[in-house]
């Protein structure tokens, strides 16, 4: 390891936690355009924020259309290496409790505040790692550049704007996620499928069934409003359903309130699916038997309750490298005349259109539904024992003192288009740092480590 580096980056903690808090307290959301400013202005003035300080680094800067930034260690090397970071944040939300999101606190060796770990933070140190690598000299032969978008969390339409523009380096890292490396990001598979009918005015019958709000969220609420049936005698079926999957329902005149808990559709098993729940209540009581309604009593036993590896629609499945697939029933839409749902399933590489794609919408059309619209999205993978992956852990191992390994996950990072790119903490690991929710925070010594670890990795690949 470098011991000067080392020694910078200590001698600048000081400045380092000031200029996260700085930028932290910018609230950038993505609101709409508002002339040259893509993303809104608070995206706007975070990005230009984070350019400035390149500058006052002494980094050549430039600035895309307002939609991403490049900061360059030096512009007179090839550029070799891209360090893909983010300037935007998800809203603030509700709940904060140790400091208001963005009025950014030092607390019990900690940073507080929306964008601390997610991802502003891990973005400055790694612009402070290139700082120190350039103000101690170290002879680097290759460029190092970073990139800093300003879209990320909304739909990375920074990043496509980016890359009509510029190639790719020859290696990416994005300090967007966790430690140690994440080296596979799994494909995905979204389908809507459903039938529409003649109505049946029968009673008693399902006026609406609705639930979910995001084809990629387990729905946490689920709606079912009955018609001409006695709610009374539901009674001993609720009582059943809040037993068995441990929801909590509430009935209200014809309508019945299901509250589950909502998980990231990469990891279904950790929510309680509303939607699912509401189904199998509906299913145990004595309605009108309609088409609709027995069509939609097999949905439990396509999308078994507590049950996400895909094999109720015959897709189960699992590789070594890039573990089990998931999948989960996120939207529902059930009316007297039609019924529709959405799934989500997150793939492993050994998934394809034969064994996955066609398994399923042959299980689900003979289950009786007509209609499946869906396709599969490729996974991402950087193969684990590739020269960067290895320096990159190498890196990771001699300042952490940690075991370096790669991991596989569900959801997608900005890496996931990218063809050498992985993401490469900035979180160590078993550390929740409330990324996304309320009191988000990022650990002083997470900080100080990510950053040399960053010097140490670029200065590997860089010499």
Not at 59 to 75: E, M, R
Not at 177 to 192: C, H, M, S, Y
Request: aromatic share 8%; net charge negative; charged share 30%.
């Amino acid at each position: 390891m470098n011991e000067n580096v080392n020694k910078w980056i200590d001698d600048h903690k000081e400045e380092l936690l000031n200029d996260i808090k700085e930028l932290c307290s910018i609230p950038s959301v993505n609101s709409d355009p508002e002339g040259d400013m893509p993303f809104g202005k608070e995206p706007y003035r975070a990005l230009s924020k984070a350019l400035e300080l390149c500058k006052s680094y002494g980094f050549s800067v430039t600035n895309y259309d307002n939609y991403v930034g490049a900061a360059d260690l030096d512009p007179s090397l090839d550029r070799y290496l891209d360090v893909l970071g983010h300037t935007d944040v998800v809203p603030a939300g509700e709940g904060w409790t140790v400091t208001e999101p963005f009025n950014i606190i030092e607390k019990d060796n900690r940073l507080y505040g929306r964008g601390t770990s997610d991802d502003k933070g891990p973005l400055l140190c790694a612009l402070y790692a290139m700082r120190a690598i350039k103000e101690c000299k170290v002879p680097i032969k290759k460029g190092v550049r970073a990139i800093i978008g300003s879209d990320e969390e909304t739909g990375s339409l920074d990043i496509a704007h980016y890359y009509e523009k510029e190639p790719e380096a020859e290696l990416t890292f994005s300090p967007d996620a966790e430690f140690p490396l994440i080296n596979i990001e799994k494909g995905q598979f979204r389908v809507t499928f459903g039938k529409k009918f003649k109505e049946d005015p029968l009673l008693p019958r399902i006026k609406s069934l609705k639930a979910g709000i995001a084809l990629n969220a387990v729905p946490q609420k689920a709606e079912l409003v009955l018609e001409g049936y006695d709610m009374k005698l539901a009674r001993r079926a609720i009582e059943e359903i809040e037993k068995e999957c441990k929801v909590k329902i509430e009935a209200e005149g014809e309508k019945i309130t299901v509250i589950g808990e909502s998980a990231h559709a990469s990891t279904p098993e950790l929510g309680k699916n509303a939607g699912l729940a509401a189904v199998m209540l509906a299913s145990r009581l004595p309605l009108h038997e309609s088409e609709a309604f027995k069509l939609l009593k097999k949905i439990p036993l396509l999308f078994p309750y507590g049950i996400t590896d895909g094999s109720g629609i015959g897709i189960k499945m699992e590789d070594e490298e890039s573990h089990a697939l998931t999948c989960t029933l996120d939207l529902f839409n059930v009316t007297p005349g039609e019924i529709s749902f959405s799934f989500d399933a997150r793939t492993p590489v050994m998934a394809n259109d034969e064994n996955c794609r066609l398994v399923a919408e042959e299980t689900i059309k003979k289950a009786g539904f007509d209609s499946f619209e869906g396709k599969m999205v490729p996974p991402h993978v950087v193969p684990s024992d590739s020269e960067f992956v290895k320096k990159l852990l190498g890196a990771y191992e001699d300042v952490t003192g940690l075991k370096g390994y790669t991991v596989a996950i569900g959801g997608g990072t900005y890496c996931h288009d990218i063809k050498n790119g992985v993401a490469f903490g900035a979180v160590l690991p078993g550390r929740d740092t409330r990324m996304h929710g309320a009191d988000e925070f990022f650990d002083i010594d997470n900080i100080m480590l990510a950053t040399k670890v960053y010097a140490e990795a670029m200065i590997r690949l860089l010499v």
